[in-house]
T-cell receptor, first 109, second 116 residues
Framework: KQEVTQIPAALSVPEGENLVLNCSFT??????LQWFRQDPGKGLTSLLL?????REQTSGRLNASLDKSSGRSTLYIAASQPGDSATYLC????????FGTGTSLTVIP | SQTIHQWPATLVQPVGSPLSLECTVE??????LYWYRQAAGRGLQLLFY??????ISSEVPQNLSASRPQDRQFILSSKKLLLSDSGFYLC???????????????FGEGSRLTVL
């Protein structure tokens, strides 16, 4: 069974810092990988989708990479802002969607 | 563009009472629909998925059931709630035409259920 791990569970950084969130998975047979953002008490908002044939995707200050062979993905956030504070989850899409437990990010003004 | 609506947003129910959470999707046809539960400090647990009207697959045996009476409507129900049913319930759609494992996943705003 696919297992998805996100480390660290929580991260606190000062505003303006660049940061990297990690996602690892055990089965490389995937269709794609998706990064989400979740604000407290809200649903998940899709940030980036990387197809299995792609190496990375970019949207604004966000860049997600995928190394399928090693079972790893990273989400890079440039010039972090307090509004980036949220929980970030990755989901691996194989026969079904498998989710990590997320990284809770706090950006300190 | 595609949107998902969930209601109610918040629900407080006594143990043993029935439950009905509704999810509707706009802007797409024949969507694959999912119900997830998110418990505090834990990942998302897939409860049910549906690839078409009347087609429901259960991932976890439990006190809940799901139905899909229309193409873009997905309902989560219970006849008698348990304390352990408390949680944050999320409806999602991803892909169309019954093909699993493809497409991007989109979520509704969620329904917070508290069972007392």
């Amino acid at each position: 069974k696919q297992e998805v791990t996100q480390i660290p569970a929580a991260l606190s950084v000062p505003e303006g810092e660049n940061l990297v969130l990690n996602c690892s998975f055990t089965d490389s047979a995937i269709y794609n990988l998706q990064w989400f953002r979740q604000d407290p008490g809200k649903g998940l908002t899709s940030l980036l989708l990387i197809q299995s044939s792609q190496r990375e995707q970019t949207s604004g200050r966000l860049n997600a990479s995928l190394d399928k062979s090693s079972g790893r993905s990273t989400l890079y956030i440039a010039a972090s802002q307090p509004g980036d504070s949220a929980t970030y989850l990755c989901a691996v899409n194989g026969n079904q969607f498998y989710f990590g437990t997320g990284t809770s990010l706090t950006v300190i003004p | 563009s595609q949107t998902i609506h969930q209601w109610p947003a918040t629900l407080v129910q006594p143990v043993g009472s029935p439950l009905s959470l509704e999810c509707t999707v706009e802007g797409t046809s024949n969507p694959n629909l999912y119900w997830y539960r998110q418990a505090a400090g834990r990942g998302l647990q897939l409860l049910f998925y549906s690839v078409g009207i009347g087609q429901i697959s259960s991932e976890v045996p439990q006190n809940l059931s799901a139905s899909r009476p229309q193409d873009r409507q997905f309902i989560l129900s219970s006849k008698k709630l348990l304390l352990s049913d408390s949680g944050f319930y999320l409806c999602a759609w991803g892909g169309t035409g019954g093909a699993r494992g493809v497409g991007e996943l989109f979520f509704g705003e969620g329904s917070r259920l508290t069972v007392l």
